[in-house]
Structure formats: C-alpha cells, structure tokens
C-alpha cells in the first residue's frame, strides 16, 4: 500500500513540475510577441483594390449628453468613407490610413504582414502576422521596431527607425 502511494505521489509531483515548467516556457514565449488588439484593416489579394480604414473609435465611447435639451438637431461627427483606390503592386508596398496619431502603413512580405502606425517623429507596431509555415520575432526600442519572420533558413526582416528624423521602413530578405 505505502509503495502505491509513494508512486501515485511521485507521479503527481512529476506531472505538476511539468505543467509548470510548460506554463512558464509558453507565458515566456507569448509575452514577447506582438498581439495587439485587433483592428479592422483592409485585405485585398493580388489585383484588388484596397478601402481607407476610418479612424478607430471604441465601440463603448458615446458622445457626453448635452447639459441642456438642444431643439436643433446634430449631426453625427464620424467622417463619410473615403472612395477606394487601387493598389498598385501586392507585395511590400504600403497602403496608408490617416488616423489620430499618424498613418497606418502596412508591408506584405514573403514571410507574413507588418502593420506599423508611423507619426512624425515616431512609430508603433500595431500587428504583425506571419504567413503560412513562417515564425515570428519582434524587437522593440525606444528608437526601432524590428520584425523578422522565418523559414528553415529564409529571413525576411522589417526594421521601422526614427532615430536619427522621422520614422523609414526598409524590407530586406536574406
């Protein structure tokens, strides 16, 4: 009976150091990646053309009331879609938006699509995705954002800096 125990017992022990160990390797690995909330982006495929995205406005914001009762009517403040414009070439090329805090720009590569919003002395990323069979690393500073995809021994980076004037992509596969 003791024996028994003293399996069931180990056994127990030896599992919940694996989960653990598990728990903290993929919490290590998730923190580090660039899950931002998700915003709606225009996708087009090769030849299609692409929309404006309008600015992003949280769905529970709702403008202050009025203190006193208006008889005029108001009109709504969101701004009328912009009509679409092709997009000239599918791969690395951006297609801005105008937003608050700058232009939202985003590069297709072989290795997956980087959406970065870049302001006049500055950027962020706002998502990165990798495409099919790629993995996915980010680094960020106070002065650069850098994202590289992966495959067996195929890089594609894209490195957004602005240390030295306002904020330039370059795209380089190696």
């Not at 997009?87 to 939202?104: K, N, V």
Request: charged share 15%.
């Amino acid at each position: 009976m003791r024996r028994g125990l003293v399996h069931v017992l180990a056994w127990s022990l030896a599992t919940g150091a694996a989960v653990t160990l598990s728990w903290w390797g993929v919490h290590t690995v998730m923190a580090g990646t660039a899950y931002d909330p998700p915003r709606a982006l225009p996708l087009t495929a090769g030849g299609a053309t692409a929309q404006e995205a309008e600015p992003l406005v949280p769905a529970t914001s709702r403008p202050a009331p009025s203190p006193s009762p208006d008889p005029s009517p108001r009109r709504s403040r969101m701004p009328s879609p912009a009509p679409s414009a092709p997009r000239t070439s599918p791969s690395s090329s951006p297609s801005p938006s105008p937003t608050a805090s700058g232009r939202i720009k985003s590069y297709d590569t072989d290795g997956g699509r980087v959406v970065f919003d870049i302001g006049a002395s500055s950027a962020t990323l706002v998502s990165a995705t990798p495409g099919a069979g790629w993995s996915m690393q980010t680094w960020t500073t106070a002065s650069w954002i850098r994202v590289e995809f992966a495959s067996g021994a195929d890089r594609v980076s894209v490195f957004c800096t602005w240390h030295d004037g306002p904020p330039r992509v370059e795209v380089g596969t190696y």
